[in-house]
């Protein structure tokens, strides 16, 4: 099935490594032009290497995307050199995985206020866009209890609820917003991978509530993505699309 994105331009914020880099090649490989950043230059490199052995036209940069002049000025030298932006979705993310107020200021301006400044740097292009569409990446730990307090669960759970609120006020422009949830993903160059190799029992306790019995690729991910936000789903928007394998227990209504 041709899903539409052959042409397409996306700006994938955070798409150097892990789930955003399986995202990146998705999108190359449907024909999409695709500009990534990342914090280090050689990561983003390789990954914008990797869209264009795609055949798909790639850009990259190096950004500190908590600099609120820098990540908003990146986003809109992404636009020119793409010629447009037709999706953006931010991959960036932060967890340090402690309930302090040190912990809450940095999953805010490391998570938050980069989505949040990145959606509205990217708005311009994409209302001009005839299939814009955004995507939030929120988390399982946004929708039931998992480890205790900590602002990473709250914080991906506010996300939801922008996201939808969003998608109200932009949907009569033609603008879709959808939020995706994954549960535990694996990638070579993502977290589960650090996990595995220095906490194997926290590993495989996860791994054991996953009725699926394994954890997802970048790849499933990737391909469940590019079809939220590619033409072919025109009609889907204000969505949160939980892809975990069936490790949350609660029943999505």
């Known amino acids: ?83 447009g932006c037709d999706i953006f979705i931010s991959f960036v993310s932060v967890n340090p995985g402690v309930d302090t107020p040190e ?46 307090p900590q602002p990473y669960n709250a914080l991906k759970a506010a996300i939801i609820n922008y996201s939808a609120a969003l998608a109200q006020k932009y949907a009569p422009q033609g603008l879709r917003v959808n939020c995706v949830s994954p549960g535990p993903v694996y990638t070579d160059d993502g977290p589960w991978a650090y996990i595995k190799e220095n906490m194997p029992e926290f590993y495989e306790s996860i791994l054991g509530q996953i009725p699926s019995g394994r954890m997802g690729s970048g790849e499933e991910l990737g391909k469940a993505i590019s079809f939220i936000a590619s033409p072919a789903c025109r009609y889907m928007t204000g969505s949160n699309i939980l892809i975990d394998g069936g490790i949350t227990k609660g029943v999505q209504f």
């Open 1 to 83: 099935m041709d899903i539409g994105l052959k042409g397409r331009k996306a700006i994938l914020a955070g798409a150097n490594a892990g789930i955003g880099r399986a995202v990146a090649k998705v999108f190359a490989a449907e024909g999409c032009d695709v500009a990534l950043c990342g914090r280090t230059q050689v990561k983003v490199d390789h990954v914008v290497a990797e869209v264009e052995a795609l055949g798909a036209r790639g850009f990259g940069g190096a950004v500190d995307v908590t600099d609120a002049e820098a990540f908003p000025r990146w986003v809109a030298q992404a636009t020119e050199q793409l010629g």
């Open 103 to 148: 912990g809450w200021e940095t999953v805010f301006n490391g998570d938050i206020l980069p989505l949040v400044r990145g959606i509205q740097a990217a708005l311009p292009a994409l209302e001009k866009s005839d299939a814009g569409s955004i995507i939030t990446i929120s988390s399982t730990g946004a929708l039931e209890e998992f480890m205790g």
